[in-house]
């Protein structure tokens, strides 16, 4: 069903936008972290890059009723330091969108009634607490100069929901299977 | 050389956004292209938003001594439609930037004497108008209900260039070797 109000509308654009521009700089932020010799941490960046993929294509498909070109206003984070420097720009990222933005827009699609937003941006709310921690763990090893450890890094492709290790048999935010899960491996 | 000018710098945030908004776009349309049994507008769809990772990419390195939050306002285009439908809004997306955004940008850069940005904004024009032109004839075979003939597709990794079929041996734009490409095959 289509998105009947503007405001839920223009956060979702503006959720489009910022999750765009995370899963931007998490690619490159990945690439750098591999040639500073920690293929782990990229592969967390790679792996998270992919999980705010699937947040931005929910929110660009929730709006594919409403085509056209429009001038959006997203949150954005910039710099391209060391490693730890970089997942510091990630956790500040995450935790606006923890504290500020996500609840706000989940508050306001409820408020609107808009049922296809609320999932969307719930979905999204649910990864980025994950997406947290583990940058906050990647960090920790980084500022000691050391590559984290980190064993395969699953993404679920219709909610984004991330973690490590062995994996549950069900997406616990959606619910869907785990061999759908995109997996990223050493 | 960091970038010493506040509207350049707001002008790379911006490009930014715009460019990592175009990769996602891409790669959503290049999914549902797939899904629609048209595999070569697929492959065009995520080659250029190779292209556009580069463009991306670019900027965000131009901005590196500048780190930290932003409030980023790009245009974008949005409409999740059949593939003729989704590649107008491509055109759209790459004529917007050809003929005001970059043209812009890169006479800003100029007058502020910003080398790198100058750089940056131009290797992203060159490419779009090639873009243009590819998604035009991507969108002339799907309005006739046919997926597109396309050869091998290949992408500077330096400045976005894209072409297809023959390589030359050396980027015409940014003159890296053409070992370098990253080629996107049938
Ligand atoms: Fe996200
Ligand atoms: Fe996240
Ligand atoms: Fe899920
Ligand atoms: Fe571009
Ligand atoms: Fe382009
Ligand atoms: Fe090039």
């Given at each position: ?156 492709p ?18 869907v299977k785990?061999d759908l899960f ?5």
């Amino acid at each position: 069903m289509p998105v009947k109000n503007d405001m839920t509308a223009d956060f979702l654009r503006s959720a489009y936008g910022g999750e765009s521009m995370a899963h931007m700089r998490y690619l490159i932020w990945g690439d750098h972290a591999e040639k500073q010799g920690m293929p782990n941490i990229a592969r967390l960046f790679r792996a998270i890059a992919f999980a705010e993929q699937v947040h931005a294509a929910n929110h660009f498909k929730e709006l594919g009723e409403l085509p056209g070109g429009a001038a959006v206003t997203s949150g954005a984070v910039f710099g391209f330091g060391s490693v730890a420097e970089n997942l510091q720009g990630a956790i500040d990222g995450e935790v606006h969108e923890i504290e500020q933005m996500y609840p706000v827009y989940l508050q306001t699609a409820r408020f609107q009634q808009e049922n296809g937003a609320e999932r969307s941006f719930r979905y999204a709310l649910e990864a980025e607490k994950i997406h947290a921690k583990m940058f906050k763990t990647a960090q920790d090893a980084a500022k000691t100069g050391k590559d984290m450890k980190l064993k395969e890094v699953y993404v679920c492709p219709v909610c984004g929901y991330t973690g490590d290790g062995e994996t549950p048999d069900y997406c616990p935010v959606c619910g869907v299977k785990k061999d759908l899960f995109k997996r990223f491996s050493a």
